[in-house]
């Protein structure tokens, strides 16, 4: 079974620039996140879709961040215009259904913002 | 206010040794409580997942504890091996009106020396 697969790995840009992440899901889960991850901290979630409905996205910071998931299985995260401050692993995740069932991430894409 | 404290923040030990890592959680209500292994650069794998009624559970090396009384989980490293080196992610579920939200610890992060 093919596991989440992000794209791309790593990413350099400089701050008031642009950015976008891609996320493909592993086949049939309905349920996809984005995460923020600080170096040194955990995951913070960004945004929950429910096949391509958003379930949560309370801790997005709407004002510079986008995310779309328009047929309810790829996603793209935006990020317009970037700050120092942004500069993170983003990380996606999917599950079959739910936040109850078990969560699967994909290795993430590493954004440095200079 | 809903929070996952993990101790210690760092841990190092030999090759060989048991370890044990920490979890205090406040969150309610309470659902299931996971870890996860991140290793550098990859995203978090799943350990076990564990449920009210449920104070022990195995995987292989790794035995984590639950005590929902106390509000602490715990998870036990037997025979550590330098692959066990990665952060060690408490997560905790909660369920927030028809959704159920993750909450999640900063990490240990376990460094295993040969």
């Known amino acids: 079974e093919a596991g989440v697969a992000q794209s791309p790995r790593y990413k350099i840009i400089e701050k008031r620039q642009s950015v976008a992440f891609w996320c493909n899901p592993i086949?049939?889960?309905?349920?996809l996140y984005w995460y923020q991850q600080i170096l040194g901290q955990g995951p913070k979630l960004l945004i929950q879709?429910?096949?391509?409905?958003?379930?949560?996205d309370s801790q997005l910071p709407k004002d510079r961040f986008s995310a779309e998931r328009l047929k309810g299985v790829d996603s793209t995260l935006k990020i317009q215009p970037a700050k120092l401050e942004d500069s993170a692993v983003y990380l996606c995740?999917?599950?079959?259904?739910?936040?109850?069932?078990?969560?699967?991430f994909g290795q993430g894409t590493r954004l440095t913002v200079v | 206010k809903n929070q996952v404290e993990q101790s210690p923040q760092s841990l190092i030990i030999l090759e060989g040794k048991n370890c044990t890592l920490q979890?205090?959680?406040?969150?309610?209500?309470?659902?299931?409580l996971r870890w996860y292994k991140q290793d550098t650069g990859r995203g978090p794998v799943s350990l076990t997942i564990?449920?009210?009624s449920e104070n022990t559970k195995s995987n292989g090396r790794y035995t984590a504890t639950l005590d929902a009384d106390t509000k602490q989980s715990s998870l036990h490293i037997t025979a550590s091996q330098l692959s066990d080196s990665a952060s060690y992610i408490c997560?905790?579920?909660?369920?927030?009106?028809?959704?159920?939200?993750?909450?999640w610890g900063a990490g240990t992060k376990l460094i295993i020396k040969p």
């Open positions: 564990m449920t009210f």
């Open positions: 979890c205090n959680y406040t969150v309610s209500p309470f659902s299931n």
């Open positions: 997560v905790v579920s909660a369920k927030t009106g028809s959704n159920y939200q993750l909450i």
């Open positions: 879709f429910q096949n391509n409905g958003v379930v949560d």
């Open positions: 086949s049939g889960h309905a349920t």
């Open positions: 995740a999917s599950s079959l259904q739910g936040a109850m069932a078990e969560a699967f």
